[in-house]
């Protein structure tokens, strides 16, 4: 399996961003999906999450400002990020996971000025 992210780059805050993550490979519909992101000298933390039925997950950080959504037929993942802040600067990776099997994308870069 492959996790393909794209979608990122620098903005001024207040801005918009939308990550999108294309799965090859394997039908990832049953999967959970997920993003996670990791700024300089800090561990990687956890963004938000969606389940195969639609459910979703976000971290306190970001909650109502960003959207995560899938397309099971596009096997695809997104993260609709809205009103960025300095703070949201990280390197964002995309995971997919279930039943002890774990795949992870390169990160795509997310710059927000101040």
């Known amino acids: 399996v492959q996790l393909q992210a794209s979608g990122g780059g620098l903005v001024q805050a207040g801005g918009s961003l939308r990550l999108s993550c294309a799965a090859s490979g394997r039908t990832l519909s049953s999967y959970y999906m997920g993003w996670f992101r990791q700024a300089p000298g800090k561990e990687r933390e956890f963004v938000a999450r969606i389940t195969w039925s639609d459910i979703t997950t976000y971290a306190d950080s970001v909650k109502g400002r960003f959207t995560i959504s899938r397309d099971n037929a596009k096997n695809t993942v997104y993260l609709q990020m809205d009103s960025l802040k300095p703070e949201d600067t990280a390197v964002y990776y995309c995971?997919?996971?279930?039943?002890?099997?774990?795949?992870w994308g390169k990160g795509t870069q997310v710059t927000v000025s101040s």
């Open positions: 995971r997919a996971w279930r039943d002890g099997m774990d795949y």
